[in-house]
């Protein structure tokens, strides 16, 4: 897997407000969709694109436009929708899959409770988003099942991630074949006993839509 972290100042600036717990739901929402945006730009560096013939006022010129099929963006919810519309805002034209995934808190294992994608993902760059990569059993989970459908390659989208996190999804996309890649805003120290992200932001679902 590739891993990239999108270390620019402006995303560390807003994600040291997204941190602090002194930051209310709507400002986190804000800050949430911006740095995806941010992050986004490093994300979709290798979208697929194919010529596009215009005229400028001035004379014919060859510029690029997005190729079919179009990029599939999938958060995982609960969390991963605050991510959708900072992502779809650089990819407009893109197609918009559900994976409802959440940890056991008990086993910190990942289970499936909902499911909204295209059956074939073959020839599809698929961008996973989902804010906190932190035991990496969700993620690895989503991986799994996307290559099996065929996606062409698989970037995703993290604001924070743990290293264990990181090793985890390493470890399991290790005999996929598509192309894995994380774009991050952040490797923190570590996961705490309850894996919880240290220091990360606490709760991301929580912080995003309160506590429900
Ligand atoms: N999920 C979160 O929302 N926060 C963490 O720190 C870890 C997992």
Redo the contacts with the bound molecule.
């Keep these: 897997m590739r891993v990239i972290v999108a270390d620019h100042p402006l995303i560390t600036h807003k994600l040291t407000y997204l941190r602090d717990e002194r930051t209310d739901s709507p400002t986190f929402r804000r800050l949430a969709e911006e740095l995806v945006t941010l992050l986004a730009y490093e994300a979709t560096r290798d979208v697929r694109t194919e010529p596009f013939s215009i005229n400028t006022p001035v004379a014919p010129t060859v510029g690029i436009k997005l190729a079919n099929p179009k990029p599939l963006v999938v958060p995982i919810l609960r969390?991963g929708l605050g991510m959708l519309e900072g992502m779809v805002r650089l990819l407009p034209s893109a197609e918009v899959g559900f994976l409802g995934m959440m940890r056991n808190e008990e086993t910190l294992e990942a289970v499936t409770y909902a499911n909204r994608l295209p059956d074939d993902l073959s020839g599809r760059q698929v961008y996973v988003v989902d804010?906190?990569l932190?035991t990496g059993g969700t993620l690895a989970m989503a991986i799994e099942y996307l290559a099996e459908r065929g996606a062409r390659d698989i970037t995703c989208v993290t604001l924070l991630s743990a290293p264990e996190g990181i090793a985890a999804v390493e470890q399991a996309t290790r005999t996929i074949s598509p192309p894995v890649t994380l774009v991050t805003g952040a490797v923190d120290e570590r996961l705490n006993e309850h894996?919880?992200?240290v220091p990360?932001l606490?709760?991301?679902?929580d912080r995003l839509y309160g506590v429900v």
């Design positions: 969390a804010p906190m932190a894996g919880y992200i990360g606490g709760d991301a679902g």
